[in-house]
């Protein structure tokens, strides 16, 4: 069991944004891809439209733009291709492998991984930024539940799978899609905002319920330490 110093029974993070500093490469490649379809789309509109969101889900958008109706053969060349940019060069976010390691310490390993990603996807960035051992057994996909984010299932999959109590758990988001799964499974939301782009602003995170929100995953372990449930 975690020290009774520590304030949750558990800890739950999103991946993309939280973990790993993959939607710049997810998204360029989107828009690439976007772009054969015939919506010559920016990278920076993608981050905007697409960010925090399974691309399947957003299939009736690109039909509108394209006139292409999305079918699972191109989801898999985007997946496909989208993992081959990643294994080439997806880095961590600074200081999460660090923070992972602490509060896996912590608490007894009873951390998960709870994303709106594929689970390959999931696992394979985690293996690459050397994390995956940290979370083996407790990956929770999105395409795996019956609704992705920002629907709560996935967090609640986790809480279960944990056997903690929403109340008692931490979940640590960056986009308000995410936020809002979180929010909504009855945890006590921190919102990883720094100021580079693909992550959702300080106001929009607080507007959907965070409880508070950070600039630098480094400092993540002393703010759950000192957090006052009864603050939330």
């Not at 951390?111 to 995956?132: H, P, T, W, Y």
């Not at 607080?206 to 950070?214: E, L, N």
């Amino acid at each position: 069991m975690p020290s009774s110093q520590f304030p949750f029974d558990a800890v739950i993070f999103d991946c993309d944004g939280v973990l790993v500093d993959s939607e710049p490469i997810t998204n360029r490649l989107l828009a690439t891809m976007l772009g054969e379809l015939g919506w010559p789309i920016s990278i920076e509109e993608t981050m905007r439209v697409f960010v925090g969101k399974a691309v399947k889900d957003e299939a009736a958008l690109i039909e509108a733009k394209t006139g292409f109706a999305i079918t699972d053969d191109w989801l898999m060349q985007f997946r496909a291709r989208r993992n081959e940019a990643l294994d080439r060069e997806l880095v961590e976010i600074a200081g999460a492998p660090d923070a992972v390691r602490e509060l896996h310490a912590l608490l007894d390993g009873r951390i998960a991984v709870a994303s709106g990603a594929d689970r390959r996807k999931v696992e394979l960035q985690l293996e690459k930024v050397g994390l995956l051992d940290c979370f083996e057994g407790r990956i929770f996909s999105g395409h795996e539940m019956p609704r992705s984010k920002p629907y709560p299932d996935v967090y609640l999959a986790a809480m279960n799978a944990l056997g903690v109590e929403p109340r008692q758990c931490a979940v640590v988001e960056d986009t308000v899609t995410g936020a809002t799964a979180g929010v909504a499974a009855g945890a006590t939301v921190f919102g990883y905002s720094p100021a580079e782009a693909g992550h959702s602003g300080p106001q929009a995170l607080r507007a959907v319920g965070v409880a508070q929100v950070f600039q630098s995953m480094g400092d993540l372990p002393a703010l759950l330490a000192r957090w006052k449930l009864d603050a939330a």
